[in-house]
């Protein structure tokens, strides 16, 4: 059957599932664990507790059978003793050691695998108290998992880089991936890949796809991340098999055990076909997102529960429906969290958790003398810390909620615990963090009022680049060399979603690099999404120099500008501002070296967010149209060293209160 690509039209029709029997069946083996609800069944090794086979609609397993049991469906982590360097770990797959039946009655039943630490693991496992859940319900057609880690007091030091829920499918069955109404498609096999039918390219995770199996993917570049999304948009994505048409879809109805807050990249489906429910990453982010342990610290945290989805539909109907489907399910699981049927006392029901509403201004006199409606703003709760330490904090659990026009935010189902209130509005730069800290208690009802949120601010404005919102997608960006390309992003809003966009570079400024002259330019076709390296002949990299041009009526050469630089993402750069004179030693400012992020090789268009306040003295400056910011991203030696800019503002010296809502 021929599944049509592009949105599906929403219809009515049927799903055509197996007789139902009366109530749950538990059966536990000597190997496995079989749960069975007449709909679906889902059997986990016993006690490692691995999902080893999915039997749905006449498809005895949805999973991969050509792999091993351990590898078909699973939890696991990625972590390493304290002091090492990187982001490369060890794989450890979470075998339990022990089963436990948890509830078994005629409606639920739940089931926990557990692998408990002591000091003879020393070295050999991570030190956690690990405990798997899986739950199945009568009459649904899925199953639920959920995973709770606790480090006790006096336990070793160690670092996490991932955790994840990994789905390894049938790759004979599953060949549609969709993540988003915009982003389906046939997808190329696992073979494809392997040397012979497969290139390699720059790094290992993207293949030239040469010789396919099937020949419409010939020509196209495969890597994971071209599929990765931000964490608030991970709400639901699969593979649906054309024949029989079925679904397999992953849903997550809370990101409030994920870290990082909204905004956080994560993989979700790629060739293999795979489906993963990632809880922690350093994926465009790097080393700053590593969760550190130190030894005798407590820490226990419940990621989860999710939802895998399961629906058919007859021959007759177009399979897109089953995505259209799985959306409608979502929104149900969305509105049903938190959940009340986990029985583990770690996971919080409704009348447990609090509430928090209130409404966020944004005071800018320079744009409007009364209060701005932050419209849009994103509002979260968030461990304590800094203005913006919430990008980076891993341990603990978030909460997020977007203003609305008026600026009233609500957010709801909140844990238990001490938070402070974290905001950035689209808009306008810099992090707001509320001044005091806020004590959720079990049903609490919390009104805070009115916050304003003063973004960083000194005089007028007298020019700016981009749009102040977190990304550089305003920005140009190129198209991909036609040797590789990914057919989903051709003519797509995700144009930036194509591989060796860096090499470009050089081909576009052959002879200088970007200049960008105010009121003339245009920076949705004139400024680069990434101030990347330049590659040279001889197949190395240089650092580059982007320039500024612009007029200055006036200079007060007495008085102190302030050049705002705020970046959607930097690699392993250090970014240098010089004024007029390219050559001066040492630069006016420098950040040094910054980020391990490597969002340019990974096809994104923002990681982490970067503000820097430039003091830039007016006697730098000249009267008229002869001033030049020279911005120097020094690191050469590889292609993906550079950043990317979220927006760029100078702004004049300070002008009397009373004038200051003249001038933006």
Known sequence: MKIS???????????????????????VQ????????????????????????IQFQGIDNLLEVRNAEYDRGYWDLVWSKPGKKGTKGTLDRIEATNFTVIVENEEQVE????????????????????????????????????????????????????????????????????????????????????????????????VLLVNPVEPEFK????????????????????????????GFWQITPSIESRSAGPLKQYLASHVGPTSLALFHSVHYSGADLILRFGHSEPWKKVFGPIFI????????????????DAKQQMIFEVQSWPYDFPASKDFPQSDQRGTLHGRLLVEDRYINMDYIAANGAYVGLAPPGNAGSWQRECKGYQFWARANADGYFYIDHIRTGNYSLYAFVPGFIGDYKCDFNITIIEGSYIDIGDLVYKPPRNGPTLWEIGIPDRYAAEFYVPDPDPKYINKLYVNHTDRYRQYGLWERYAELYPDEDLIYIVNQSDYRKDWLFAQVTRKKDNQTYEGTTWQIKFELDNVNESAVYKLRLALASAHVSVLQVRINDPSTEPPLFSTGQIGKENTIARHGIYGLY???????????????????????????????RGVMYDYIRLEGPPLPPCNSSNNT
């Not at 196209?220 to 048409?245: F, M, N, T």
């Not at 009267?623 to 993906?640: D, M, V």
């Open 219 to 246: 020509g196209e570049v495969d890597d994971k991340y071209l599929y990765s999304c931000k964490s608030q948009d991970i709400r639901v994505h699969g593979w649906i098999c054309a024949d029989p048409p079925v």
């Open 30 to 53: 000597d190997k496995h664990v079989v749960m069975d609800n007449g709909i679906l069944q889902v059997t986990l090794s016993n006690p490692e507790g691995i999902v080893t086979g």
């Open 111 to 206: 089931v926990s695998f557990t692998r408990l630490w002591n000091s003879s693991l020393e070295g050999q496992v991570v030190p956690l108290n690990i405990d798997k859940r899986f739950i199945m319900l009568h009459g649904s057609s899925g199953f639920y998992t959920y995973a709770i880690f606790e480090h006790l007091g006096e336990w070793p030091a160690f670092n996490i880089d991932n955790i994840r829920m990994a789905f390894k499918l049938n790759k004979d069955k599953f060949h549609f991936m969709s993540i988003a109404d915009n982003r389906q498609r046939l997808m190329p096999l696992p073979d494809d890949r392997l040397p012979g039918r497969g290139q390699v390219l720059a790094y290992p995770e993207a």
């Open 5 to 27: 690509e592009g949105p599906a039209h929403v219809g009515c029709f049927i799903f055509f599932l197996l007789p139902m029997v009366s109530g749950m069946q538990l059966q």
């Open 610 to 640: 970067w503000l820097f306040n430039v003091d830039v003295p007016g006697a730098l400056f000249v009267k008229g149209n002869n001033n030049t910011i020279y911005l120097t991203q020094a690191l050469s030696g590889s292609p993906f």
């Open 309 to 324: 989805y399961l629906n058919s539909l007859s021959n007759e109907d177009d399979p897109l429906l089953l995505w259209e």
